[in-house]
């Protein structure tokens, strides 16, 4: 059989003209997103693709107005990258990027009001609340988060576990909304779902078989993403009728904000066998560690083929 995201836009390289592959940037994901573009430079470059690397979105746009930028391969993870900010530049611009458009970025990095129309279409996501940073919580809010305990802490437009707690107690909540706020101005308080961690992820139209997620201690945190190598990752967890379920749910909780070309669904799934989201990625990790190479490479797809469907998203994009 062969793999779901052989290439079938393109065959020829040159197509593709000059990729810049963009990373880095300064957002607090940076040194994951430096791991994620040096290897998909090398999986292009390697592939007869005439792709350079360029660090943060200044320097991109040195590039194009030196007319040396045909396409970009983003890999820019977080803010400036995975908001919405680059798609709009680069639209202006009128220069093809991998992944979602404007509003598919925007919405998708905000988890707020992502889950804001994921609820208004009944789809399964936790209780939350959205508050500021440095702002005392209402008596209902506090009184909220004392019905749920435990709750997850986050910033809202972060990506990488990056300023995550789990709060088991009031006590807790004023240090982790402390941590999140370095981060972030916008916070969500969200009901922790007790179950595993689940991963879907998907490229042009192909949706990827579900990672089952197994840190060997805590929750699925930076360190369980990209350093530890004890972290499993499982496959075939689900019947066929359960993994249907999430692929499904993963495409209409995408589709619903927006999101086209690859990207990755994250789910809890409870006790009960039940699924709910958490967020969908515009702009997923690449690294060895990555989840959507790892999903890839469990469809029969190697690193080389997936680079090369995800690059060819920007035609997709281009031709819409």
């Not at 993403?225 to 999430?246: C, F, M, P």
Request: hydrophobic fraction near 40%; proline fraction near 3%; include cysteine.
């Amino acid at each position: 059989m062969k793999p779901a995201c052989l290439n079938h836009l393109v065959s020829d390289a040159a197509e593709f003209g000059r990729v810049a592959v963009l990373y880095g940037g300064d957002s607090a994901e940076r040194e994951v997103s430096l791991d994620s573009g040096a290897a998909v430079l090398s999986a292009l470059q390697q592939q007869g693709i005439d792709a350079t690397g360029v660090d943060g979105i200044p320097a991109l746009l040195t590039a194009i107005g030196e007319g040396s930028v045909d396409r970009v391969f983003n890999v820019l993870h977080g803010a400036g990258g995975e908001d919405g900010v680059l798609q709009g530049l680069l639209e202006a611009c009128h220069i093809p990027v991998t992944g979602s458009g404007v509003l598919g970025s925007a919405l998708a990095m905000d988890k707020i009001r992502s889950k804001q129309i994921w609820r208004q279409l009944n789809m399964p996501t936790a209780d939350f609340i959205a508050v500021k940073s440095g702002r005392e919580l209402h008596t209902d809010q506090l009184q909220l988060v004392q019905q749920w305990l435990p709750v997850v802490v986050k910033p809202n437009e972060q990506g990488s576990t990056v300023g995550i707690s789990i709060v088991r107690s009031l006590e807790e909540l004023p240090q982790a909304l402390a941590e999140a706020g370095d981060y972030d101005s916008s916070l969500i308080i969200e009901a922790y779902i007790e179950g595993d961690d689940y991963t879907v992820a998907f490229v042009q139209q192909s949706v990827f078989p579900s990672l089952r997620i197994r840190p060997q201690d805590g929750f699925y945190d930076y360190h369980s993403k990209y350093q530890s190598n004890t972290t499993r990752y499982d496959t075939n967890t689900l019947s066929d009728d359960q993994e249907a379920e999430i692929r499904r749910l993963t495409c209409d909780a995408s589709l619903a904000v927006g999101v086209s070309g690859w990207g990755r669904a994250d789910f809890m799934r409870d006790r009960d066998g039940n699924n709910w989201l958490l967020e969908v990625n515009t702009v997923p990790g690449m690294t060895s560690h990555s989840l959507v190479p790892k999903a890839a490479q469990a469809d029969g797809c190697n690193y080389d083929q997936l680079v090369w469907a995800i690059l060819e998203t920007s035609i997709q994009e281009q031709a819409k």
